[in-house]
């Protein structure tokens, strides 16, 4: 057997399983344990490649282009201490949702704990951030083509948000022509590879159940706090709690517009607070709010109810209200959830949301990072996108500018 072609056939059947769950970009670190599957990603029409000698730079492009995209995307690192370069990502993405899939080259098992060079135990490296993770055994023609596509699947098929790590081990000679070894064996899915549907399909669909107390809340006095958001979200989210007459706090990530701007200042004001605290429901669209005065509402506000609303799993809300944690689709949840027009029961909060922009536009007038977050929608060219640095960045700009509804912002939780 020709080792170094079958590790090219194990390693294309995995990129060619990958693809038909929606993969379309492969950001590659390459090294000499991954050269298998570098080859089988050069060889496979359906990718558009990424190269990068630093894998953690690598990692946060993928990160960044399943952001925008909305779709998984692959990174590709050779063995040893590269693979824990993509620690930050695999966090990141378990934090905000992304769809990343890390392939990590390992040592066959026998290379590992004996002081061969370059091994480290890369088995559940990653720890509990990765949303799965899958250790496949190293490369033989024992185990059917077919087993190793539905091990793809299965992970693929349930993974609605995060990572998935698949540690991939080879064997030595990694470099090689390519020749006719075990040919019969990646042919035996048949026409599989003539199709662009994957081998095992997974039902992972979760129809919105309305809340059957809805049309009674929707009649009180409520507030909605938007989170981070789509484009199309935001603006969903925000016509919503303008037809409901509900004041909208949006963070800088929503796009929802920000209807009331600079909360993270007018928060401070005992009206906003006295005015808020007459609320009966707030309703919580996306997490990572960023505001420290935002926050500090959050935490402290006792409505009667309190829901959270987000695709992702867990409570998203560390201030641990009692109430409703909705894991669905917000655009579908919006649908089972129509408002009922009703007049705005908060309106001085427009007032001092008015008084806060007069107020920062006049005092901000020197040039800083302060004067630039307040500028920033006027130096915005149109149809953009925006990405705002962690910590100082996003903060200032949330305190102290107003986004465009719509307009395509990105930013990473820290």
């Given at each position: 057997?020709?080792?170094?072609?079958?590790n090219?056939?194990?390693?294309g059947?995995i990129?060619?399983a990958?693809?038909?769950?929606?993969?379309?970009?492969?950001?590659?670190?390459?090294?000499?344990?991954?050269?298998?599957?570098?080859?089988?990603?050069?060889?496979?029409?359906?990718?558009t490649?990424?190269?990068?000698?630093?894998?953690?730079g690598?990692?946060?492009?993928?990160?960044?282009?399943?952001?925008?995209?909305?779709?998984?995307?692959?990174?590709?690192?050779?063995?040893g201490?590269?693979?824990?370069?993509?620690?930050?990502?695999v966090?990141?993405?378990?934090l905000?949702?992304?769809?990343?899939?890390?392939?990590t080259?390992?040592?066959?098992p026998?290379l590992?704990?004996?002081?061969?060079?370059q091994?480290?135990?890369?088995?559940?490296i990653f720890?509990?951030?990765p949303?799965?993770?899958?250790?496949l055994?190293?490369?033989?023609?024992s185990?059917?083509?077919?087993?190793?596509?539905s091990?793809i699947?299965?992970?693929?098929g349930?993974?609605?948000?995060?990572?998935?790590?698949?540690?991939?081990?080879?064997a030595?000679?990694?470099?090689?022509?390519l020749?006719e070894?075990?040919?019969?064996w990646?042919?035996a899915?048949?026409?599989?590879?003539?199709?662009?549907?994957?081998?095992?399909?997974y039902e992972?669909?979760?129809?919105v159940?309305?809340?059957?107390d809805?049309?009674f809340?929707?009649?009180?006095r409520?507030?909605?706090?938007a989170?981070r958001?789509?484009?199309?979200?935001?603006?969903?989210?925000?016509?919503?709690?303008?037809?409901?007459?509900?004041?909208?706090?949006?963070?800088?990530?929503?796009?929802?517009g920000q209807?009331?701007p600079?909360a993270?200042?007018?928060?401070?004001?005992?009206?906003?607070?006295?005015?808020?605290?007459q609320?009966?429901?707030?309703?919580?669209?996306?997490?990572?709010?960023?505001?420290?005065?935002?926050?500090?509402?959050?935490?402290?506000c006792?409505?009667?109810?309190?829901w959270?609303?987000?695709p992702?799993p867990?409570?998203?809300?560390?201030?641990?209200?009692r109430?409703?944690?909705?894991?669905?689709?917000?655009?579908?949840?919006?649908?089972q959830?129509?408002?009922?027009?009703?007049?705005?029961?908060?309106?001085?909060?427009e007032?001092?949301a008015?008084?806060t922009?007069?107020?920062?536009?006049?005092?901000?007038?020197e040039?800083?990072?302060?004067?630039?977050?307040?500028?920033?929608?006027?130096?915005?060219?149109?149809?953009g996108q925006?990405?705002l640095?962690?910590s100082?960045?996003?903060?200032?700009?949330d305190?102290?500018?107003?986004l465009?509804?719509?307009?395509?912002?990105?930013?990473n939780?820290?």
């Open positions: 057997m020709s080792t170094s072609t079958f090219r056939r194990w390693a059947v990129l060619e990958l693809s038909r769950h929606g993969v379309r970009h492969l950001c590659i670190a390459p090294g000499s344990r991954s050269t298998p599957l570098t080859l089988a990603a050069a060889q496979n029409p359906a990718f490649l990424h190269t990068h000698f630093d894998e953690r690598l990692g946060h492009l993928a990160l960044g282009l399943a952001k925008a995209s909305g779709e998984p995307v692959a990174v590709i690192v050779t063995s201490t590269a693979v824990a370069n993509l620690y930050p990502a966090i990141e993405a378990g905000t949702g992304e769809k990343l899939v890390a392939i080259a390992d040592r066959p026998e590992i704990d004996c002081g061969a060079n091994a480290i135990r890369q088995h559940a720890g509990s951030h949303a799965a993770t899958l250790d055994p190293r490369p033989t023609p185990i059917p083509a077919a087993w190793l596509i091990a699947d299965e992970k693929m349930v993974l609605k948000a995060g990572a998935l790590h698949i540690n991939v081990p080879f030595e000679p990694l470099y090689g022509e020749d070894t075990d040919l019969a990646q042919q899915p048949g026409e599989w590879w003539q199709t662009k549907t994957p081998w095992l399909h992972n669909t979760q129809a159940s309305a809340q059957a809805w049309p809340w929707r009649e009180q409520g507030v909605v706090l989170g958001l789509t484009a199309q979200e935001g603006e969903a989210v925000a016509q919503w709690a303008a037809h409901l007459g509900w004041p909208l706090i949006g963070d800088v990530l929503s796009q929802t209807p009331l600079y993270d200042l007018w928060l401070a004001h005992p009206r906003a607070a006295a005015l808020l605290a609320a009966q429901i707030v309703v919580q669209f996306g997490g990572s709010l960023t505001g420290k005065r935002v926050l500090q509402w959050q935490s402290e006792r409505p009667q109810e309190y959270v609303i987000d992702l867990g409570r998203l809300d560390p201030a641990h209200h109430g409703r944690r909705i894991v669905a689709d917000i655009s579908a949840w919006l649908e959830h129509p408002a009922r027009p009703a007049m705005p029961w908060a309106e001085p909060l007032g001092l008015a008084q922009q007069h107020i920062v536009a006049r005092e901000l007038t040039w800083g990072e302060a004067q630039v977050a307040h500028r920033l929608p006027e130096l915005l060219p149109a149809d925006l990405f640095g962690n100082l960045t996003v903060r200032l700009v305190a102290l500018a107003q465009p509804a719509g307009y395509t912002v990105y930013g939780r820290g």
